[in-house]
């Protein structure tokens, strides 16, 4: 960790004072804060160099890509994966797992593969004490046809808040209540009367969950509606590892930003600091990693675009 620190704002509601009922749902996560940097490999990063041992062979996509070069389109196979995210457990202490492992290391292939046309993700968990040859020059793409699929390093700065669940994953009573404006007033909160149509969208952009690079907490849902995810090794329900944002915030959580960006922001000065990691997910989504809660590092992870 080598950013300068950013702080999300206190919610302006506890939400468990309107609902108690949320309380038992409240999560961890950690908001990673991505801003352009020069990372090391000794560094947690988005997009920067990966402590990757020299005599570990480096990934490569093993699917087929299309490709314009010189003799028109052709395709070819065997892309090497980029890096997309390093996180040391010292940073970020909710990837502190049984297996003793305290460096995630996360790559994709920076293309588009069918069917569901996203970028394929690879997770390696690693003791970093043991690595001490580091890979020089890992291999590089040739060329890339989503230059948002290549993250700009970035150096983080990570920090712990509470979140509750996405609005469509809470019960049909819970909903109601959310939805319901006389007992948001009868709480004496102090919220904006513009919400009073649809109170439910302030817990939505304000009071539930972090946009932008995360580790655990709870998933952005909208896309669809909340799918459960059942590790394909036991069976266990997964639990959200990693969200890979296409920005920091937008206007719906403005609520977000953190307490040291908020005057540039809000002069219109804030450049790509919205969205520092360039990295844009198919058309404005979020890419969702799951891990198995039982084995973490041996259990094979899922994800899917929200
Ligand atoms: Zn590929
Ligand atoms: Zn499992």
């Known amino acids: 960790m080598n950013g300068t620190t950013h702080t999300t704002p206190p919610r302006p509601v506890d939400v468990t004072a309107l609902l108690p009922d949320l309380a038992p ?5 950690i908001r ?3 801003r352009p940097g020069s990372p090391s490999p000794y560094d947690g990063s988005i997009g920067g160099p990966l402590l990757w041992p020299a005599d570990h062979p480096w990934p490569y996509c093993t699917m087929w890509h299309e490709s314009t070069g010189d003799r028109g389109w052709d395709e070819r196979p065997g892309f090497p994966l980029v890096p997309v995210a390093q996180l040391y457990a010292r940073d970020v202490p909710l990837l502190r797992s049984p297996g003793g492992a305290d460096l995630l290391q996360v790559l994709w292939c920076p293309f588009e593969h069918a069917p569901e046309y996203k970028p394929p993700t690879a997770l390696y968990w690693r003791t970093a004490a043991e690595v001490t040859d580091i890979l020089a020059a890992p291999p590089e793409p040739s060329e890339v046809r989503y230059a948002c699929y ?15 669940p ?8 819970l909903r109601q209540r959310l939805a319901d404006w006389d007992r948001w007033q009868a709480a004496g909160v102090a919220v904006d009367d513009s919400y009073a149509v649809a ?3 302030f817990y ?9 690079w995360k580790v655990g907490g709870w998933a952005p849902w909208g896309l669809t509606d909340p799918i459960a995810r059942f590790c394909i090794a036991c069976g266990a329900r997964m639990s959200p590892l990693l969200t890979i944002p296409s920005c920091e915030w937008d206007d719906s959580g403005l609520g977000w930003i953190p307490q040291e960006d908020r ?3 809000e002069a219109g000065e804030s450049g790509d600091m919205a969205n520092p990691t ?7 989504n979020n890419l969702q990693l799951y891990a198995c809660p039982e084995a973490t590092q041996w259990h094979p992870h899922t994800d899917l675009i929200q």
């Open 166 to 173: 996405n609005f469509l994953e809470l019960s049909e009573d």
């Open 25 to 29: 749902l409240a999560r961890p996560a």
């Open 278 to 284: 360039g990295v844009q997910i198919s058309r404005g």
């Open 204 to 212: 939505m952009d304000e009071l539930s969950h972090a946009p932008g």
């Open 263 to 265: 005057a540039a922001a």
């Open 150 to 164: 290549l993250p700009k390093p970035c150096v983080l700065a990570p920090e712990q808040i509470t979140e509750y």
């Open 32 to 34: 990673l804060h991505p």
């Open 199 to 201: 109170p439910e969208e």
